[in-house]
């Protein structure tokens, strides 16, 4: 239970900061340097920048000005600082590319049904589809910058009970699993935490990279 309270405050936090916008901005950017970090420290490993540059672009949708020779002899902190960087200025500029796109349809809807509180949006990043509803005078207000808010919302909080509830069914066969440790002599308790803490840092890492994939992605379709 106390393995379980710890998780549970630590998804129900971050689920708190997407529901209500606290701190949202911060956790996207937090997601960012460490899904980096994660990325990179796997393929500098092997020397594998190739690799590098095919994951980065597969789960962020970018490239990067770093060279070869760059990323096999920098720090795995330096380079995930530049690349976060790099990172932050293409995801501000492609919203800022999708709440151009999107104002004239939202200012033509708010005028002419300016009864209506939210509409649904459809994004995509080319394979999954999510509908995002939205605040229509707060989108309107905003210029479309209202949108992209409640797309980075309605990302978050889905993913999170997503991955959350795969979790919650990991730790249920853990728990069963563990049954077996009484009779080699071993400490059923004591093995739970251990491997229920790399299960939810799987679990985090998991979120974090769906939510950036989305994210960075994440475009309204023609």
Known sequence: DDVMNNQREVIYKRRYHALFGERLQTDIAN???????NLIET????KDFEGFKLDLYRVFG??????AAEFDKSSIQDLSEKIYKEALVFYKRKNERIA????PVIKQVFEQQNSYQNIVVPFTDGVKQLQVVTDLPHAYETKGKGLIEDFEKNIALAIIDDVW?????????????????????????????????????????????????????GKIPL
Do not use: C, W
Request: hydrophobic share 40%; glycine share 2%; proline share 1%.
């Open 62 to 67: 970018m490239d990067t000005e770093i060279s």
């Open 165 to 217: 509830k795969e979790h919650l069914r990991d730790l249920d066969d853990l728990r069963q699993s563990v049954q077996g440790a009484v009779y080699e002599q071993k400490d059923p308790l004591l093995i739970y935490k251990l491997e229920s803490f790399d299960l939810f840092k799987n679990m985090m890492n998991k979120v974090n990279r769906e939510v950036i994939a989305l994210l960075m992605k």
């Open 100 to 103: 151009e796109s999107a104002y």
């Open 43 to 46: 393929f500098q490993l092997n």
């Open 31 to 37: 997601m960012v340097y460490d899904s980096l970090s």
